[in-house]
């Protein structure tokens, strides 16, 4: 039973049950289900109001204030000051994007992207890894494992060497991981084992290897990765200057994002920091659409704790049993049984949320127009820029609403999609796109061929500049 002011609890109101935090649990032991990490803040020193953390920005040379997710220390207070583990994370934009608004058929002035591409590896991951990271060193873990499509394996790995305490073990599935976030493991000198299988496989294999010798595992199955997630919010309302927008469109894979997001304005609203809760959109792709058909086609609700465990089980044997695998160009989400399913449905039920479901095709055409406003994401960032446009289309989300789209990966992380998309090279774009279903680019921006004469190079610059 925990006793201080920062413990673990079950989610699952018919258990409930709580841990302190220096324990270490994937899952609660009682009953099997997710946990969150609590407060009692009551016994918590809390800011007056959001725009008190603005004075962390006068004092950027203590690394917990040029962090921008340990300058929130104050609403993730589970770790002392010195047992922090940060690489200068968070230190991400939220950019206007009126050309990207157009597309999506939104009013100008009334579309951000918040890009989580310019976190140290990479991708949103960081937001979280610092946590569970510094969760890891509080309880003195020399090991850290995750499954991993890419991003997580490349910041668990970046956080093991950078800070020389822990070994970094990471599972891949077997063809399921871009190149530009497996060179980051293999740089970074993590233990990469890839196994026969996708990352369900891969899931499941590292809870049980890990739980056998005794290592820390950093998927966002861990409730510490989700509490450093919950900073991304906070940044998106200081960018907006502690302004709530309407709408938050997040790419949904393991749903650990959309979960941390809904926990953040929840906890926010109850400490009377924020007077209202934005609506939540989470966005599937069609080749893994696990929650869009679960929530949307198959009517599953949090429902006050007591989701339909049967409904979900039922689904899951379905999919196994016709041998279904994720499958889409944006490899960051291609996940089929994602972990925080739970979690995500009680952030759906606190935001008002709806889930969406966009083809490749969109995505990819997405991602073109995110670029031409100066952004480059990769595949699984644009989900969110598709799923606002689909939105939009349907007259879910009205034109004159404030959107925050959520870019969680750099465009280094799966360059091999965006310059097929933009190829004349038929080949190359048949071998990666076509077989995922993508028929054309439409906003292909190709390589134009020339002799080498200055003459005719002058011509084509002319023409087309």
Not at 248 to 268: D, Q, R, Y
Request: with cysteine.
């Amino acid at each position: 039973m925990a006793t201080d002011s920062a413990f673990q609890q079950c989610i699952n109101p018919a258990c409930g049950a709580q841990y302190a935090v220096d324990e270490v649990h994937v899952t609660c032991p009682q009953c099997g289900d997710l946990l969150d990490i609590a407060y009692d803040w009551n016994r918590l020193p809390v800011p007056a109001c959001l725009a008190d953390f603005q004075a962390k920005w006068a004092q950027r040379l203590d690394p917990l204030a040029f962090s921008g997710v340990w300058r929130f220390h104050e609403l993730l207070p589970f770790a002392r000051r010195e047992h922090v583990v940060t690489v200068g994370e968070g230190q991400t934009m939220l950019q206007r994007g009126d050309g990207v608004a157009r597309y999506i058929g939104l009013d100008a002035g009334r579309l951000y992207l918040q890009y989580e591409g310019l976190n140290p590896s990479g991708s949103f991951k960081d937001n979280g890894m610092t946590a569970a990271f510094t969760h890891a060193r509080m309880i003195g873990a020399r090991r850290a494992a995750c499954a991993s499509t890419g991003n997580t394996s490349a910041s668990l790995a970046m956080y093991c060497a950078v800070s020389g305490l822990m070994k970094a073990v990471i599972f891949i599935g077997s063809g399921k991981i871009s190149y530009g976030k497996l060179s980051q493991a293999l740089e970074f000198g993590a233990l990469t084992v890839q196994i026969s299988g996708d990352f369900d496989d891969a899931m499941a294999r590292v809870t049980e290897v890990s739980k056998r010798l005794g290592i820390y595992v950093v998927n966002s199955i861990n409730p510490f990765r989700l509490e450093g997630q919950k900073t991304v919010m906070y940044r998106v309302l200081e960018g907006l200057g502690w302004q709530v927008p309407d709408w938050i469109v997040v790419p949904g894979g393991n749903l650990g994002n959309s979960s941390a997001f809904g926990k953040a304005f929840s906890e926010l609203q109850q400490l009377g920091l924020i007077d209202r809760i934005p609506r939540l959109a989470v966005v599937n792709a069609a080749g893994s659409d696990t929650l869009f058909q679960l929530y949307e086609q198959g009517g599953l609700r949090w429902n006050h704790g007591y989701p339909d465990r049967q409904h979900i089980a039922d689904y899951y044997g379905e999919m196994d049993t016709q041998q279904r695998k994720a499958s889409t160009i944006a490899s960051a989400i291609e996940i089929n049984r994602p972990v925080n399913l739970n979690k995500c449905l009680r952030a759906l039920d606190v935001c008002r949320g709806v889930v969406a479901r966009v083809t490749d095709q969109e995505i990819l055409d997405a991602k073109a127009q995110v670029g031409l406003g100066g952004f480059g994401c990769e595949p699984a960032s644009a989900a969110s820029v598709a799923g606002a446009k689909l939105l939009c289309e349907q007259g879910v989300i009205d034109k004159s609403e404030r959107v925050v789209c959520v870019l969680t990966g750099h465009q280094l992380k799966d360059p091999g999609a965006t310059v097929a998309y933009h190829t004349t090279d038929q080949e190359q774009f048949n071998r990666v796109l076509a077989s995922r279903g993508v028929s054309r680019a439409a906003f292909a921006n190709r390589a134009v061929a020339v002799p080498n004469d200055v003459n005719e190079i002058v011509k084509v610059v002319q023409l087309y500049s």
